[in-house]
């Protein structure tokens, strides 16, 4: 066996990023918590998967940006694609980009990698 990163890329680019699990509705936590976070502040998304929550949440709170990390780079692929159909992406009105990371690592970041918030979701029980 590798290393528990290399584990769950193996794990989870068995699934198309359709079939990742994923919440249909938004959680009233996220967006009570994010509500509090300022207007230009950041979120990095741990595990984003295909994008739906951040692209719903980039949508309902324009004045954030929201950084997405997922180790399966299908899931990512997927959701560029979803940001950039949605209009959503960097060069647009709401700030959104999808990156392929190891949420054990640092997250990839040029500036810095300050963040005022961090969603993670379905991901803890694949770190080990």
């Not at 938004?26 to 979120?43: D, I, M, P, W, Y």
């Not at 692929?77 to 992406?89: K, L, M, N, T, Y």
């Not at 980009?97 to 694949?126: H, I, K, M, N, Y």
């Amino acid at each position: 066996a590798g290393s528990v990163a290399q584990d769950s890329a193996a794990y989870w680019s068995r699934f198309e990023a359709s079939a990742i699990p994923g919440k249909a509705a938004l959680h009233g936590t996220f967006l009570e918590a994010l509500s509090k976070v300022q207007a230009g502040g950041r979120v990095l998304d741990l595990g984003c998967g295909d994008g739906r929550i951040a692209a719903e949440l980039a949508e309902r709170l324009p004045g954030l940006t929201f950084v997405g990390v997922d180790i399966n780079a299908g899931a990512v692929e997927a959701a560029q694609a979803r940001a950039a159909a949605a209009g959503v992406g960097l060069g647009g009105l709401r700030k959104l980009e999808f990156r392929v990371g190891d949420v054990t690592e640092a997250p990839p970041d040029g500036d810095g990698g300050a963040f005022d918030a961090v969603l993670v979701q379905c991901v803890l029980s694949v770190c080990g």
